[in-house]
């Protein structure tokens, strides 16, 4: 089944302590992305990769890292959260070439205090 | 980079009428205009998309019309049901270029029985 898997689906955590999102795919896609969801401003892209090593900054990455070692794997990494990284967590794959859209996985509900 | 804005925020309906939401879009490059429906707690998925090379499109109850002279975009739900109760995104993206999503603020619609 084709899966898009992230963890934690539920992270409390202290200000300043390092945390890291999970996201994993098995489709084989090129492309990941991680985006944040906050009440009416819709989704907002972190970072995005195009494949293996290949990382960019999207619209919103200050507070934030991730890493493509390989192609499955795209952790978002925040090295020190604050109370405004409080947010929802998607992260979502598309394969190059394929008319399907995006897949986000559950996402991961996150609470700094 | 893009910029898509989403109208109207909230939107309640009786059930069995119509529902309309729009869309406008920045960039004349996007060429593609994905819609994705959001229940409460869930991840979004696709539920219609257009490209720019067509100016309407239908399946079943859905359709999305677009208009690129204009910048905009709209998504009509007819004969609405409870079930269709929900957040609906719009997004924009120009695919040759990695296929990088941008969303509107989102719509929430309340299907009243």
């Given amino acids: 089944e084709a899966q898009v898997t992230q963890n934690p689906r ?8 390092k945390l890291t999102v999970t996201c994993s795919q098995n489709m084989n896609h090129e492309y990941m992305s991680w985006y944040r969801q906050d009440p ?6 972190i970072y995005y990769s195009m ?3 290949v990382t960019d900054k999207g619209d919103v990455p200050e507070g934030y890292k991730v890493s493509r070692k390989e192609k499955r794997n795209f952790p978002l990494i925040l090295e020190s959260p ?3 990284q409080t947010s929802l967590y998607f992260c979502a794959t598309w394969g190059a070439g394929r008319r399907s859209g995006y897949t986000f996985g559950s996402g991961t509900r996150l609470t700094v205090v | 980079g893009e910029n898509v804005e989403q109208h ?3 939107l309640s309906v009786q059930e069995g009428d119509s529902a309309v939401i729009k869309c406008t879009y920045s960039d004349s490059a996007s060429n593609y205009f994905p819609w994705y429906k959001q229940e ?8 219609i998309d257009i490209r720019s090379n067509v100016g309407e499109k239908k399946d079943q109850r859905i359709a999305v019309t677009l208009n690129k002279t204009a910048k905009h975009f709209s998504l009509h739900i007819t ?11 719009c997004a924009a993206s120009y695919e040759a270029a990695g296929n990088k999503l941008t969303f509107g ?3 929430r619609v309340l299907v009243k029985p």
């Fill in chain 1, 10 to 17: 539920y992270l409390i955590t202290v200000t300043g302590k």
């Fill in chain 1, 40 to 45: 009416g401003l819709g989704l907002r892209q």
């Fill in chain 1, 51 to 53: 494949n293996v090593e």
């Fill in chain 1, 82 to 84: 604050s109370p405004n």
């Fill in chain 2, 8 to 10: 109207p925020s909230t």
């Fill in chain 2, 40 to 47: 409460l707690g869930k991840r979004p998925q696709l539920i």
């Fill in chain 2, 79 to 89: 004969e609405t049901q409870p079930e269709d109760s929900a957040v609906y995104f």
């Fill in chain 2, 105 to 107: 603020g989102g719509t």
